[in-house]
């Protein structure tokens, strides 16, 4: 089946989480592109049952491509929130280890897909302390997995979390230009850098302008402050107007609608309604 006509100057993808866990991959990217969505970001979660796709058969992983052709709906981002459990800087060996197996796993898994992003969170250590030594620990299997990447054509972006250790782009940034890698980069949450914005009484356009050159994409995500997840969109306090247009600014051209199914029967017009609001946004953009 062909892709959908439309072109436009921009795409806008949908997370996976904001549909049934229950459905098939077939049933979930017709959901997406019957809602008006160009493409999905598949969830690599610190779930056994989410983890276990990075080891599926080369079957499996071709029936993936056939569902994403038949549909004309693909999966082009991956957010490996594993890497939240199984962090790379983990102070547990055995944790910080699998979490790199997992994280190379990923991107083959990305490769094989035809995945062009593989988001990881900007956490050393989320659940535990974070030390001198946990810090050091992320930094060096950051880099391992930059490096993985760029033997396999993936491009690796960290998002930007809710603590301290890399809540906005200027955090992330640090480490851009440490590794130096053209396959690493940012991908900022507009609800988690709204809320870093308002802790320290700066501003989340100029955070996203710190990034320019290393953002491919942005999480559109509603929040509250102190609240980070599962906030209905309008309920909170981003503005994305403002956000989008700062990402439009500096040559963003991808965004993805983060947040969601909590077993609401009108979930597949939650997904339509989301997608009006944020392409109202996205298409006052073109000709700016």
Same mark, same amino acid.
């Given at each position: 089946?062909?892709?959908?006509s439309v072109m436009r100057e921009y795409e806008l993808g949908l997370y996976e989480k904001a549909?049934?866990?229950?459905?098939?991959?077939?049933?979930?990217?017709?959901?997406?592109?019957a809602a008006g969505y160009d493409y999905v970001e598949i969830?690599?979660?610190?779930?056994?049952?989410?983890?276990?796709?990075?080891?599926?058969?080369?079957e499996e992983r071709?029936?993936?491509?056939?569902?994403?052709?038949?549909?004309?709906?693909?999966?082009?981002?991956?957010?490996?929130?594993?890497?939240?459990?199984? @962090?790379?800087?983990?102070?547990?060996?055995? #944790?910080?280890?699998?979490?790199?197996e997992i994280a190379r796993g990923a991107?083959? #898994?990305?490769?094989?897909l035809g995945v062009r992003i593989v988001m990881i969170p900007g956490y050393d250590i989320y659940y535990?302390?974070?030390?001198?030594?946990?810090?050091?620990?992320?930094?060096?299997?950051?880099?391992?997995?930059? #490096?993985?990447?760029? @033997?396999?054509g993936v491009l690796v972006e960290m998002e930007t979390m809710e603590n301290a250790f890399m809540n906005t782009v200027w955090k992330a940034m640090y480490h851009v230009r440490k590794i130096?890698?053209?396959?690493?980069g940012v991908y900022p949450d507009s609800g988690n850098i709204t809320n870093a914005a308002v802790s320290y009484g700066s501003d989340e356009v100029q955070d996203i302008l710190s990034g320019r050159g290393h953002i491919s994409s942005l999480h559109l995500k509603e929040s509250c402050p102190g609240k980070f997840r599962e906030i209905?969109?309008?309920?909170?306090?981003?503005?994305?107007?403002?956000?989008?247009?700062?990402?439009?600014?500096?040559?963003?051209?991808?965004?993805?609608?983060?947040?969601?199914?909590?077993?609401?029967?009108?979930?597949?017009?939650? #997904?339509? @309604?989301?997608?009006?609001?944020?392409?109202?946004?996205?298409?006052?953009?073109?000709?700016?």
């Open positions: 089946m062909e892709r959908k549909m049934p866990a229950q459905l098939s991959w077939k049933e979930k990217l017709r959901a997406a592109g969830s690599i979660d610190e779930t056994e049952e989410k983890i276990r796709r990075i080891y599926m058969s080369r071709l029936s993936m491509i056939y569902d994403m052709y038949e549909t004309g709906t693909p999966i082009r981002s991956m957010c490996v929130s594993a890497l939240t459990r199984y @962090s790379l800087g983990n102070s547990d060996s055995e #944790l910080r280890s699998r979490g790199l991107i083959q #898994l990305a490769e094989d535990g302390e974070s030390t001198v030594q946990t810090k050091q620990f992320f930094e060096e299997n950051l880099e391992k997995v930059v #490096l993985f990447a760029a @033997s396999l130096r890698s053209a396959y690493l209905p969109y309008g309920e909170g306090h981003v503005d994305f107007e403002k956000v989008i247009r700062a990402a439009w600014s500096i040559g963003v051209r991808k965004y993805v609608t983060e947040f969601w199914y909590q077993g609401n029967r009108t979930w597949e017009k939650d #997904l339509s @309604s989301v997608n009006e609001r944020m392409r109202r946004i996205l298409d006052g953009q073109i000709g700016v």
